[in-house]
């Protein structure tokens, strides 16, 4: 470090934001995922001890990435590299690894390349890496929001290890506003501050397990707040939500939290629990899912499990995805919701989805199935010389619309593709396909 990065370094020591000065620096202040770091945890060996192998770091903002980067940066005797993946490209990888293989070769010496946002790498880059990571010219220490099985190289991942963080809870978020308040040196314990517990609480809450957006928010109630005739700054409850107005919802629509939110939501509908559908169905439109793969997820849905049981569901889910199209958000989140209420609570019945999967899968399998003569069209000059209609009955001549024939082609005579289940509207197909099946029809 030259004497420019040493004084900015200790600038940001000094005046940089509160969760910055506030970084852990070794395990000892480290707070939370003790699964993981805890004492006598793997990864929290490998980095004592100094023998630290490829991995990667999956977690929320605000979980400990960085800072687990940077306390093996303390730890290790390794020569350390740092890139961060949003700004860095192939060249800056290439240079970080001809340097490695220069000290390894002259010196022996290991690097460690921590490789910031690690998603952000294109195919390409991380390509770049595999060779040397593989051949331990380089150990990675990657660190990421995203999942790591959807956005990194399957060959690197798999020559690493994935320890995932996990969002802080309001125990460990409260010892970190304790800690703030409390370090003279890096905190503000120098500042007298009074907070009321509800404060406290709001604060906890509302940061939703970052530990960086709780410790900034702390700093903006206990800096703008004007110490009282004793000096010292009292943060009420109102001076807290102040301090963080509004809670960030984690979603992103690329990632875990959309195909987890996703998947929650479609579940909670097929489980009939209307709560848990809205409350997956509002997180999304927080979070700013696309409205119309909303109403897409949700014409599937009343298809394939609501189906036959509520044959009205389609035409609630349709009517919901015309309203988005016309109105759009965020009127349309009611509509959405009316339909999302409608098929957690209608009768389930997958019958139309596994029926035509079995028709598919007989169409596929067939040899030689061909529509029966009766069946065939005879709406043309010469089809009846053909034998084409002939011996067909017209049902609408017989009681109930309804005479037994032969449908089906001969190769699948006797298979049932569609079997009713006993729930909602079903229950009355299958009382007319009963009385269809009884030998006086025949």
């Known amino acids: 470090m030259d004497l420019f990065e040493y004084q900015q370094a200790l600038t940001s020591k000094q005046q940089g934001p509160l969760a910055s000065r506030m970084r852990p620096r070794n395990f000892h202040e480290f707070i939370g995922q003790a699964q993981i770091v805890g004492q006598g945890r793997l990864l929290r060996r490998a980095i004592e001890a100094d023998q630290l192998s490829s991995i990667i770091l999956h977690g929320p903002p605000g979980t400990g990435k960085t800072t687990i980067a940077k306390i093996i940066a303390e730890s290790t005797q390794a020569h350390f590299e740092q890139l961060n993946a949003v700004t860095a490209g192939i060249n ?59 956005q990194v190289n399957a060959a690197l991942l798999s020559r690493s290890l994935l320890f995932q963080l996990e969002l802080l809870n309001e125990e460990e978020l409260t010892q970190i506003i304790d800690q703030a308040l409390q370090d003279k040196e890096r905190g503000l314990g120098n500042i007298q501050v009074q907070m009321d517990p509800d404060a406290c609480r709001h604060l906890v809450r509302m940061a939703g397990g ?29 001076i807290a939500e102040e301090s963080i107005q509004r809670k960030h919802v ?97 009768p389930k019945s997958n019958s139309a989805y596994t029926g035509i999967q079995k028709a598919l899968e007989a169409v596929k399998q067939e040899i030689h199935a061909e529509v ?45 593709f569609y079997q009713p289940s006993a729930h909602g509207y079903e229950q009355k197909l299958s009382e007319f396909m009963r009385w269809m099946k009884q030998p006086s029809q025949s």
């Open 250 to 346: 984690r979603y992103d629509q690329s990632g875990d939290q959309h195909y987890d939110t996703v998947s929650a939501w479609i579940k909670s509908m097929r489980g009939s629990d209307p709560d848990a559908s809205l409350y997956y169905l509002a997180k999304m439109i927080l979070g700013g899912e696309d409205p119309r793969f909303i109403a897409r997820r949700i014409m599937i849905h009343a298809a394939e499990d609501v189906g036959m049981a509520d044959p009205r569901a389609l035409l609630i889910a349709s009517a919901a995805a015309h309203a988005v199209e016309l109105i759009g958000l965020p009127e349309a989140q009611i509509p959405l919701a009316e339909a999302v209420i409608y098929l957690a609570t209608a």
């Open 92 to 150: 800056d990888l290439r240079q970080v690894v001809r340097s490695a293989k220069e000290r390894l070769g002259m010196y022996g010496t290991k690097t460690i390349l921590f490789v910031d946002e690690i998603h952000r790498f294109n195919r390409s880059q991380q390509d770049a890496l595999l060779p040397d990571v593989e051949e331990g010219t380089l150990i990675l220490v990657g660190a990421t929001t995203e999942n790591p099985s959807f």
């Open 210 to 238: 970052d530990s960086r957006r709780v410790l900034n928010a702390l700093e903006m109630a206990v800096m703008t707040t004007t110490p009282n005739a004793d000096g010292i700054r009292h943060i009420t409850l109102e």
């Open 372 to 416: 029966p003569h009766h069946l065939r069209d005879s709406h043309f000059p010469g089809a009846k010389a053909q034998g084409r209609g002939k011996g067909y009955q017209y049902p609408h001549d017989f009681p109930r619309g309804y005479t037994p024939q032969q449908y089906l082609p001969t190769e699948h005579l006797g298979k049932s």
